[in-house]
């Protein structure tokens, strides 16, 4: 989004994406198929963000860049990492806004 949204739109944005993030796949140690489910089912997470909520996906240099609600996060390791990258960062920009 390029407009600012308000604490009340982030927070709502916040809480769809940690209840979808919450359906992902659990990856189980010995099963190696878990994890690709898993790894699969970020990366769809991240392209519905994409299409529904009008977020901006960019892969500078191997890595992962997620900006939706003029919040940005970042990670190397892959999609699932982003998303709890960006919850975690969307957290932080709420607690910012509140303390100023």
């Keep these: 989004m390029s407009k600012r949204v308000t604490d009340t739109e982030l927070l709502a944005i916040l809480h769809d994406v940690k209840a979808k993030r919450d359906t ?15 790894h699969s089912a970020a990366a769809a997470l991240v392209q519905s963000l994409v ?35 960006w919850i975690n960062a969307a957290y932080r920009e709420l607690d910012r806004r509140r303390a100023a």
């Design 24 to 38: 992902l796949p659990a990856i189980t140690p010995a099963d190696w198929s878990t994890h690709d489910a898993h």
């Design 51 to 85: 299409k529904e909520q009008g977020a901006r996906l960019t892969t500078p240099l191997g890595g992962f860049r997620l900006s939706l609600a003029g919040v940005i996060a970042t990670c190397t390791s892959g999609h699932s990492g982003l998303i709890l990258n």
